[in-house]
């Protein structure tokens, strides 16, 4: 999986057809999306088939965004099964730019998880009581 672009777009009718059209008219795919908004102000979390791409397009429009490497892990599916994978990170000082559930198996919750610092995130993750990180 490529980079995962968290972009902030208006939060009015049309914004995220807008960039999906973008995307799409110069061939790129978009592979996993999310989006959310409150107020004025919506974010959409987004994994495309070509990161350079995307941050052509994403720049040509004016919207704001932050990238981050993209980490999946296999996070437990129970109570507090994201939370401690998020405490892991914040003790070790990682930010998490946006996080996406791609799949899910008995038991497991994948998510992909935009960091800024995938080796310490790697290190931090790769000790811990989690089903994988991939």
């Known amino acids: ?17 807008h960039l999906a059209r973008a995307l799409a008219t110069r061939g790129i795919n978009i592979t996993h999306i999310s989006c959310a908004g409150t107020g004025t102000i ?13 941050r052509d ?16 892990v296999d996070v437990l599916d129970r109570p ?3 939370a401690d994978v998020a405490e892991r990170l914040a003790a ?20 992909a998880f935009a960091v800024d610092d995938e080796a310490k995130a790697l290190a931090v993750l790769a000790g811990a009581q989690l089903t994988g990180v991939h």
């Not at 980079?3 to 995220?16: A, K, M, S, T, Y």
């Not at 919506?42 to 995307?54: F, L, M, P, R």
């Open 1 to 17: 999986m490529g980079h995962q672009f968290v972009v902030q777009l208006d939060n009015r009718p049309g914004e995220l057809a």
């Open 42 to 54: 919506a974010c959409a979390y987004v994994t495309t088939t070509d990161d350079t791409e995307t």
């Open 57 to 72: 397009v994403l720049r040509g429009l004016g919207h704001d965004f932050v990238e981050g490497a993209t980490l999946t």
């Open 80 to 82: 507090g099964g994201l």
């Open 92 to 111: 070790a000082g990682v930010n998490i730019f946006g996080t996406l559930c791609v799949g899910r198996r008995p038991g497991v919750i994948e998510m």
